[in-house]
């Protein structure tokens, strides 16, 4: 009788893992690393929502050197992971640090993946202030120097950038001038966007203002990244003020 019960669990043990190998081979591919330009690549990770809605979100990912620079985590703790393997299986360099451009989840639910694995993680003061409200993950570098206005700090060969408020009250947004690419985050609306989106965070009036700022800041982009959706061109700054002004009417 003993045996028997040994055996039963044996089998029972046996199926459980058989399925959970079989769900993880199924499971479609959440995360994606697309070319930009030469040591610069966009992250992708896909969000499911509880009714099945799958909602990709952009980051960035810059080599300097021997290692690289990442933009945003990925939308969540196990697609954070799962970037980190595809870096390493596709690109080959370590992550040495990176920024995370507001405390959505879209852009820092990964923080505490990332110093986990050795990596510097930096924040403006409001996004490290509203983490711990959020009961988040808190990244373990400010740069205060953000902390103002229109107020611009080297990282690396990026420039970061924070307007003020819009989206959100800490976006930051990321420029590389070598390469004439910025990246709005979730501060721009993609092409396929007719609406602003989440305002839960945000300010409609001063978003308005920072992207006709933004118009005039960077008329030289050629690559501009959105929060989500489709990479696009300068056109997706007047899109974004266009959006943003048809909410106001």
């Not at 769900?23 to 966009?42: C, F, K, Y």
């Not at 499911?48 to 933009?71: A, Q, R």
């Not at 061109?233 to 106001?248: C, R």
């Amino acid at each position: 009788m003993m045996k028997f019960r040994i055996f039963g669990s044996f089998i029972f043990f046996l199926l459980i893992y058989s399925f959970q190998v079989s769900a993880q081979e199924n499971r479609p591919n959440q995360v994606s690393i697309t070319q930009l330009a030469d040591g610069v690549w966009l992250h992708t990770s896909y969000y499911t929502y509880p009714n099945g809605t799958e909602f990709p979100s952009n980051g960035l990912i810059v080599k300097e050197g021997d290692s690289l620079t990442l933009i945003d985590t990925a939308w969540g703790e196990l697609l954070t992971l799962d970037l980190l393997e595809a870096i390493s299986s596709e690109i080959k360099l370590p992550v040495s640090k990176a920024f995370v451009t507001h405390a959505h989840g879209d852009r820092a639910a990964g923080v505490d993946v990332l110093e986990s694995k050795g990596i510097n993680v930096f924040a403006h003061p409001l996004t490290a202030q509203l983490t711990i409200e959020q009961g988040a993950a808190v990244p373990n570098n400010i740069i205060k120097e953000l902390r103002v206005a229109d107020s611009v700090v080297k990282f690396g060969s990026l420039e970061l950038f924070f307007p003020g408020p819009g989206h959100a009250m800490d976006n930051v947004m990321a420029w590389l001038p070598e390469k004439r690419i910025l990246f709005g985050g979730c501060a721009v609306r993609s092409l396929q966007s007719s609406s602003v989106g989440n305002l839960v965070h945000g300010d409609i009036h001063s978003w308005l203002n920072i992207t006709k700022q933004l118009k005039r800041k960077f008329k030289s982009a050629v690559i501009v990244v959105p929060g989500h959706g489709a990479v696009g061109g300068y056109d997706l700054l007047s899109h974004t003020e266009k959006i943003i002004t048809d909410h106001l009417k």
